[in-house]
């Protein structure tokens, strides 16, 4: 038995326990002017946490988590799983084998702090938390994702050396409601400090700062002495203009009685005349300090904000910000780098959020648990809508804990203090009681507390409205289901039955090459009104840097290592599995529109195009007519220039004046140019960039790429040639720049919606994968030559026919296909051939210059694109089918020397181009396993499958599927 008190209490089995010896949330901000004590600390890793402390010390980095710390002997890596729990035991139990990291370190207590409060502020600790100072049992906390302060003026003193040891747990009866989907890690995942203030101090500071210009900031005062000594009051600044207490709530307070000598009370009051409000469009921020005064004028203590001026409504079915019904155009997302794990700086955070803004995203959800404090603050900064949960999510258990009274505290405890420390922010317009938890009474009590802390912001969560989206009884006021079908979002809104907003917390699962149809449902989402938008699941592909030779992460070292998506040769992306662990949920966690070192995937470009703020909706009477789709800002931030592309080859280009939009407004433009009489097929492209520089945007950072087609293509002659191409004995094709013949492929690498949804094991049940092709006929007739053929799989046989006939500069060929009923869903109908080495250029006619298929096209305007055959192809970390280009009529594979292949295509076609075989890309399981071929796979499609959700959520739509029966097309392949 343990002598130390906080051991025997055995916390990490107590769901009761929250807490001990920790002082109150709040909203005060005591980084500035705090002794950090982040750096390298002594460390012991321990097999649970009563095992003895005693062998060697290590060291380890605070913050950090010690799962990703690249060190001899620390054995305890990173697991993933996503709702399964990695042991057996029931809440509230942990196995018996618990990783505890004991941190240790001196710690020189300033002189100058006697006299003072003295607190000790940790970041965040996963998953309990124990504070001993000097031996002495000082506190202990839960919650992974909030700091715990711990008031140490008793325990040290000023001008003497104190020994602080922090012992975190890293399994416990909180793990059980921190299942996320996410990666297992134990440590101390944010900063340390130790601060001082005087004893009188402000305890809490509320703001309230309205649309109208009202300002109300209600502090709590207290004195560590005890009894608040005469005569103390508040002063405030707003932007340096001076903010006076409010005596009409002084004189209440006293008249109620409601004042004591312990807790003070004050208000200062103000209305902004002429107020700049705050949106995300235009997050407008004031300076706020407030300054607590002894009688005789001194400062004792002081807190400064960032404030902004809102409101936040529900009415009716609408949720508005400033009376506007906004467009919440959202993604989920995680405290996460592939270095540390969880920790994250200022300037990782910035760069997560200045790249959303450049891709059009204007709102987070804090996916799943309140994330990093400097978040919120660049948040308010830049402009983002934020949905802060609450770190709760019991997946694995859900049922049993969302009712279970043991767990009560917890998760009122867990909501309470999220509110408490996050209330100031205008960025934070809705408060979620967590993730996946079912439903019970122990969210009712967390809401009920909400609803009456801060009855400004609204209140959602999944697990309530999920029973029925238009109930008005539970802890939700927003629907906000995940990854629901379209055609039930846009029925419910239709229905006549919506009572509250529907906005999906959860949608367009980024798993992969995905985000299938996200055009289709923004087209949905703003022409159905109650319907208004969502959040994509979500920003971080989740895989962490790893070294191949050994197995160990790469840790802080692994800096550099890694470049546009890809690791460097002998490191990879790590996923699910990876570290050896025996159950996991695999690659699962890549499932983001980034890359683990925040490259764009290209389904980013796709949503900024669709959340465009000016767009061209329509062309006639020889004029466009431009739209602002922006909520609060007119177009003056922004600048254009106008290019004209023609089919024949050119782009002529113009700087275009944007019209003077308010939000909403349209404008007729008359076009700038006159379209030349020849030319074929012409589309006008309005290229948008910032006008000047925005705070997450230099100037000419490109906006959106809007285009409209003005001229559908033109007949190209074929003019046939006097000979006749040369087939082999297989009745294929030969010719001197293809190493292997044009063949018919109906497979592709399966997407992670593929394998996930289904597909891909049909498509292998019918041996689609490994078609068997049998010549069936070969006839020679006037320089053409017909090849009939079978394809065969294991459950039908597929009628190929190919027509070459030999033309000017080359060879035309014609492709017809017929495919059984029983192909009802394949993932291609087209043509595959193989290039020699050496034409490493690809320059086209289509959609780009990024990837882009069937269902997700929106983002790529149609061009003369060109980029060497080594940048087509995306890296996603389980290696797919990717690289496509949508809409292609024409291409030319070129060497150096510009000596190559052009291929001209009967209409636009799914086209791609990659070093790498279907099987190349199915068989490797890391990017790093793929080993280029030298020359290029191309494949040309008939048809192309859309590439849909299905991974988590809805396949493709109907429209995008490769149906059976009969598919024609034809090309030309031209030597230049
Ligand atoms: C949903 C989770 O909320 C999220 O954390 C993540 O796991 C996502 O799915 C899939 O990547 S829950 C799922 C069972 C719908």
Redesign the pocket.
């Known amino acids: 038995m343990t002598s130390d008190p906080l051991l025997a209490l055995r916390p990490w089995e107590a769901p009761e326990v929250t807490s001990w010896g920790r002082q109150p949330m709040n909203a005060v901000d005591r980084r500035p002017g705090a002794l950090p004590l982040d750096g390298d600390w002594r460390f012991q890793l321990l097999s649970a946490p009563d095992a003895p402390v005693g062998g060697a010390w290590s060291s380890a980095c605070v913050p950090g988590v010690w799962t990703m710390q690249d060190a001899d002997g620390l054995d305890d890596l990173p697991q993933y799983l996503?709702?399964r729990m990695p042991y057996p035991e029931f809440p509230p139990g942990s196995p018996a084998a618990n990783p505890t990291g004991v941190y240790e370190r001196e710690v020189d207590v300033p002189a100058e702090w006697a006299g003072r409060r003295i607190v000790l502020q940790v970041g965040a600790a996963e998953s309990v938390l124990l504070v001993h100072v000097d031996g002495r049992p000082v506190g202990i906390s839960k919650d992974s994702h909030l700091a715990a302060e711990f008031d140490l003026s008793g325990v040290v003193r000023a001008g003497g050396r104190a020994t602080v040891r922090l012992t975190v747990v890293k399994w416990s009866d909180a793990s059980h409601i921190e299942d996320?989907?996410q990666w297992w890690h134990g440590g101390i995942t944010r900063s340390v400090l130790l601060y001082a203030t005087d004893p009188l101090h402000l305890a809490d500071v509320t703001v309230r700062a309205a649309y109208s210009g009202e300002l109300r900031v209600d502090c709590r005062v207290r004195d560590a002495g005890g009894a608040l000594p005469e005569g103390w009051y508040l002063t405030g600044e707003l932007d340096g203009r001076p903010l006076d207490q409010d005596a009409e709530f002084d004189r209440a307070n006293v008249e109620d009685e409601r004042v004591s000598d312990f807790l003070g009370e004050a208000r200062l009051l103000t209305t902004e005349p002429e107020v700049r409000t705050w949106n995300a469009e235009t997050p407008e921020l004031y300076d706020l300090t407030v300054r607590l005064h002894r009688a005789d004028g001194t400062v004792t203590d002081t807190s400064r904000h960032r404030i902004g001026f809102r409101d936040v409504e529900i009415v009716g079915r609408d949720l508005l910000v400033n009376g506007e019904r906004v467009f919440i155009r959202g993604v989920n997302r995680h405290d996460f780098h592939p270095l540390t794990g969880r920790t994250v700086s200022y300037d990782d955070m910035r760069a997560d959020l200045v790249l959303l803004k450049r891709f059009g995203f204007n709102a987070i959800r804090t996916?799943?648990y309140p994330n990093d404090p400097t978040l919120y603050d660049l948040a308010d900064e830049l402009g983002f809508y934020v949905v802060d949960e609450a770190d709760i999510e019991s997946h694995d258990h859900a049922h049993e804990i969302a009712d279970d009274p043991r767990y009560l505290n917890a998760f009122v405890d867990r909501v309470s203090r999220m509110v408490l420390r996050d209330k100031n922010h205008p960025s934070v317009i809705i408060w979620s009681l967590g993730?996946?938890s079912d439903y019970g009474a122990n969210h009712d009590a967390a809401a009920g507390w909400v609803r009456r802390h801060d009855p400004t912001r609204p209140i959602q969560y999944e697990g309530a409205a999920k029973l029925d989206w238009a109930a008005t009884d539970d802890a939700s006021d927003i629907a906000c289901p995940?990854?629901a079908p379209l055609e039930d979002c846009v029925a419910h809104a239709l229905s006549g039955r919506q009572t509250r907003p529907l906005i999906q917390c959860?949608y367009s699962?980024a798993m992969g090459n995905s985000n299938g149809t996200l055009a289709d449902h923004w087209a949905a989402i703003e022409a159905t009104p109650g319907l208004q938008g969502g959040f994509i699941?979500e920003f971080w592909d989740h895989g962490i840097l790893q070294r191949v030779s050994d197995g160990r992460t790469a840790g802080r070292g692994g800096a550099g290592l890694y470049d546009n998506g890809v690791a460097a040769p002998g490191y990879r992306w790590a996923y699910g599995g990876d570290f050896g662990e025996t159950i996991h949920d695999g690659a699962?966690i890549a499932?983001g529109v980034v890359f683990p070192d925040r490259t764009p995937k290209p389904a980013m470009y796709e949503h900024r195009e669709i959340a465009a703020p000016v767009r061209i909706e329509c062309f006639r009477h020889e004029g466009i007519v431009l739209a602002n789709h922006q909520h609060f800002r007119t177009l003056d931030w922004l600048s254009g220039a106008w290019e004209l592309v023609l089919a024949d080859g050119r782009t002529l280009t113009g700087p275009a004046e944007l019209p003077d939009l308010r939000p909403g407004e349209t404008a007729a433009v008359p076009l700038p140019f006159e379209v030349p009489r020849d030319g074929g097929e012409a589309w006008l492209t309005l290229r948008v960039t910032t006008a000047e520089d925005q705070p997450w945007a230099p100037r000419g950072t490109e906006v959106c790429v809007p285009q409209i087609r003005l001229r559908g293509p033109a007949e190209a002659p074929v003019v046939p040639a006097d000979r006749s191409v040369e087939i082999d004995d297989e009745g294929l094709l030969v010719h001197p720049l293809l190493t292997l013949a044009p063949t018919l492929s109906l497979w592709r690498a399966p997407t992670d919606n593929d394998e996930l949804g289904g597909m891909a094991l049909r498509w292998r049940t019918w041996g689609l994968d490994a078609l068997v092709r049998k010549v069936v006929s070969v006839r020679e007739d006037a320089g053409r030559v017909t090849v009939e053929a079978e394809y065969a799989g294991t459950a039908g046989v597929v009628r190929h026919r190919q027509v070459l006939t030999a033309v000017e500069g080359g060879v035309r060929v014609e492709e017809e296909a017929e495919l059984p009923e029983a192909f009802h869903d394949v993932a291609r109908v087209g043509t595959v051939f193989e290039t020699v080495p050496g034409l490493d250029l690809l320059e086209w006619f289509g959609q780009g210059p990024w990837e882009s298929y069937p269902d997700r096209r929106a983002g790529a305007p149609v061009g003369h694109h060109s980029l060497p055959v080594d940048a087509l192809f995306t890296p996603y970390l389980r290696p797919q089918e990717s690289g496509g280009r949508h809409g292609v009529r024409r291409f030319t594979l070129s060497a150096p020397d510009a000596t190559g292949l052009c291929v001209a295509l009967d209409e636009p076609r799914q086209v791609s181009v990659t070093r790498y075989r279907a099987e190349d890309l199915a068989s490797a399981a890391h990017h790093d396993e793929l080993v280029p071929r030298p020359g290029c796979v191309v494949h040309v499609d008939a048809a192309h499958r859309g590439l849909g959700t299905a991974s988590?959520g809805p396949d493709t739509a109907p429209s995008y599927l490769v149906a059976p029966g009969v598919h024609r097309w034809s090309w030309t392949l031209r030597v230049l």
Request: hydrophobic share 30%; with cysteine.
């Open positions: 996503n709702i996320q989907d996916a799943h993730n996946e995940m990854y959860e699962h699941w699962f499932d988590c």
